[in-house]
Every structure is written in structure tokens, then in C-alpha cells.
């Protein structure tokens, strides 16, 4: 049967550290690996033109006490034999260093959901590829838009707070103001300039830990539900309490509400007092935001 050969790099990792850890020498038989070497997973940084060739065999090898197997079927395909009989199929991506870096689930086409390494933008949300991205997409297509879904029971340990809806912001309106108040127009979405203004919709958030919508530089995020960060201002220096109900006020910020506004205007509730965040800088280390002497608020859904 013909040999297979898979090139290797740092993203192939895994089947190399299966090589080292989970197979000895013992049970290779040396005669069908070609160019292969011990790998120190720790130290050693893979050539791309380093290789290992895996014969070709029909059917699944018996499994061995205390050692798993690696091995090449004739549908092409390389597996891992577990010591306890189980067989899973090693899908091994070809990467190219000086493009973009990614794994895909089942196969490298446009069926198959493949994870690529982006850099996602903090405050407008958009997305580049880029080798040395910290983050991460779904995308089968290699370029900026996400093209597959995601399901799964629970997501946990999601630091960031709210939840943001990404509005149209009216023509002309500078960049987002986090933490003022705004309101909807047909043209899009402007910082309230009256009290208690009439089509309020919410604060802009820059604590958000999910986003919905269009992210782009000409929308704002709108906390649609959770806690965020706002700016909040008090009449003659009063001193508000938890629980106390808040609008806008002229200048986007937000304002207690008189009993009066809250029985007239009840849809126009933006959220609900918390307390005042005494630090200057809030979030995980390395991507904390400035507070500028904003208050927690619970959003109004």
C-alpha cells in the first residue's frame, strides 16, 4: 500500500505530543516512518517541510496494553487507537505560517465549521483575520464574517456584564459615548438632549459580555438587559439609594425620576440604581476600561 505523508507544524502540536508521549519506539515499527524525530513539545519549534509518512492499512489494528496506536486507513484518513480499543479520527489541518491559522472540525471546506484566530475590535465589535489574533470565529470561508451558528447547553464564565443590541447612529453623530443615554430616530439612534425624552432606548455600553447585531464603526451597542456602566447625576447633591428608578436627563446622563414621571412616563424607565464603582479601572487585567466616575445601573427590559 502507499505511504501518506502529513506536513506538521506548530498547530499539528497534538499529534506530535501523541507521537512522544503516547507511543514508544517499541511499538513503531521504524521501517514505515520517514524524516520523523523526537519532538520536545516544550522547546522545539517544527519545520514546515519537517514530515512523518504512516503506511497505509486496511482495517483497525488490534489495540495494545498501555499504549495507544497512530495509523494511516486506506480512506486516507490518520487515526488514534486508544489502549482500550477506541478509535478517533485525527483531523490534521495544512496551515501556512504566513496566512491565517485555523482548525477545522471534520474537514477544511465550506461543509465543515472551522475555527479561525481573528482580532475582534473591543468597542465596535469588528472583526480581522490575523495569525497573531487573540480571539477567535466560526468561518468556513476565510474572510471577516462568521458564516456558521454555535449551540450549547450552558456558556459559562462570561465576565463582562450586559447584554447590547448594536443600533444605526444618526448621521453625524460622533463615535459611541459610553455611559450617556439615547434615543431612536428614523435616521438612527442620538444622545438624548431633553428629560425624560420621548423614544428613549437605553445607555451605551462598553461592559457588555454579549452583542447582538450589526457591529460596525457607525453603530452604537444599547444595553438591552443586565447591569452596565452609566453617568448619573443628582439633584441638589442628593444622595441616591438602590432600587431608585432613573431616566435621562439633557445632557444623555441619567436622573432620579419624580413620582409624577414615573406614573406619566413608565415606558420611559431607562434603569434601576445600583451603586457608585469606586475603582478607576474595571474589567479582567489587560482589558480593564475607564469607569470616569460612573455608577452601576440595572437596565430597564
Given at each position: 500500500?502507499?505511504d501518506?505523508?502529513?506536513?506538521?507544524?506548530?498547530a499539528?502540536?497534538?499529534l506530535?505530543?501523541?507521537?512522544t508521549?503516547?507511543?514508544?519506539?517499541?511499538n513503531?515499527?521504524?521501517?514505515?516512518?520517514v524524516?520523523?524525530s523526537?519532538?520536545?513539545?516544550?522547546?522545539?519549534?517544527?519545520?514546515?517541510?519537517?514530515?512523518?509518512?504512516?503506511q497505509?492499512?486496511?482495517s483497525?489494528?488490534?489495540?495494545?496494553?498501555?499504549?495507544?496506536?497512530?495509523?494511516?486507513?486506506?480512506?486516507g484518513?490518520p487515526?488514534?487507537?486508544?489502549?482500550?480499543?477506541?478509535?478517533s479520527?485525527?483531523?490534521?489541518?495544512?496551515?501556512?505560517?504566513?496566512?491565517?491559522?485555523?482548525?477545522?472540525?471534520?474537514?477544511?471546506?465550506?461543509?465543515f465549521p472551522?475555527?479561525?484566530?481573528?482580532?475582534?475590535?473591543?468597542?465596535?465589535?469588528?472583526?480581522?483575520?490575523?495569525?497573531?489574533?487573540?480571539?477567535?470565529?466560526?468561518?468556513s470561508?476565510a474572510?471577516?464574517?462568521?458564516?456558521?451558528?454555535?449551540?450549547a447547553?450552558?456558556?459559562?464564565?462570561?465576565?463582562?456584564?450586559?447584554?447590547?443590541?448594536?443600533?444605526?447612529?444618526?448621521?453625524?453623530?460622533?463615535r459611541?459615548q459610553?455611559?450617556?443615554?439615547?434615543?431612536?430616530?428614523f435616521?438612527?439612534a442620538?444622545?438624548?438632549?431633553?428629560?425624560?425624552?420621548?423614544?428613549?432606548?437605553?445607555?451605551?455600553?462598553?461592559?457588555?459580555?454579549?452583542?447582538v447585531?450589526?457591529?460596525?464603526?457607525?453603530?452604537?451597542?444599547?444595553?438591552?438587559?443586565?447591569?452596565?456602566?452609566?453617568?448619573?447625576?443628582f439633584?441638589?447633591?442628593?444622595?441616591?439609594?438602590?432600587?431608585?428608578?432613573?431616566?435621562?436627563?439633557?445632557?444623555?446622563?441619567?436622573?432620579k425620576?419624580?413620582?409624577?414621571?414615573?406614573?406619566?412616563?413608565p415606558?420611559?424607565?431607562v434603569?434601576i440604581?445600583?451603586r457608585?464603582?469606586?475603582?478607576?479601572?474595571?474589567?479582567?487585567?489587560?482589558?480593564?476600561?475607564?469607569?470616569?466616575?460612573?455608577?452601576?445601573?440595572?437596565?430597564?427590559?
Open positions: 500500500m502507499a501518506r505523508t502529513y506536513n506538521l507544524t506548530r499539528d502540536i497534538d506530535a505530543y501523541i507521537l508521549e503516547h507511543v514508544t519506539t517499541a513503531i515499527n521504524l521501517a514505515n516512518i524524516n520523523a523526537i519532538i520536545n513539545t516544550a522547546t522545539d519549534t517544527l519545520s514546515v517541510s519537517q514530515q512523518i509518512a504512516i497505509e492499512q486496511a483497525t489494528p488490534a489495540p495494545v496494553a498501555s499504549f495507544g496506536k497512530i495509523y494511516c486507513k486506506t480512506d484518513n487515526y488514534f487507537l486508544s489502549d482500550t480499543g477506541v478509535e479520527r485525527l483531523n490534521i489541518s495544512d496551515i501556512e505560517a504566513s496566512t491565517t491559522n485555523y482548525f477545522g472540525i471534520g474537514g477544511l471546506t465550506a461543509s472551522i475555527l479561525r484566530r481573528c482580532t475582534i475590535n473591543g468597542t465596535t465589535g469588528s472583526i480581522t483575520n490575523g495569525a497573531t489574533g487573540p480571539d477567535l470565529m466560526i468561518n470561508t474572510d471577516t464574517s462568521p458564516d456558521q451558528s454555535l449551540i447547553q450552558r456558556v459559562w464564565n462570561g465576565v463582562w456584564n450586559d447584554v447590547a443590541d448594536f443600533q444605526p447612529l444618526f448621521p453625524g453623530e460622533i459611541p459610553f455611559g450617556k443615554c439615547y434615543f431612536d430616530t435616521e438612527g442620538q444622545i438624548c438632549h431633553s428629560r425624560c425624552q420621548k423614544s428613549v432606548i437605553g445607555i451605551a455600553s462598553d461592559t457588555y459580555g454579549f452583542g447585531g450589526v457591529s460596525d464603526e457607525l453603530t452604537v451597542p444599547i444595553a438591552v438587559a443586565g447591569w452596565t456602566l452609566a453617568y448619573v447625576e439633584d441638589n447633591n442628593e444622595i441616591y439609594e438602590c432600587g431608585d428608578v432613573l431616566t435621562n436627563n439633557y445632557n444623555g446622563n441619567l436622573i425620576m419624580t413620582r409624577e414621571e414615573i406614573k406619566e412616563y415606558e420611559r424607565i434603569a440604581y445600583k457608585p464603582e469606586p475603582t478607576e479601572l474595571w474589567g479582567p487585567k489587560g482589558k480593564e476600561i475607564q469607569v470616569n466616575g460612573r455608577h452601576w445601573v440595572k437596565v430597564k427590559s
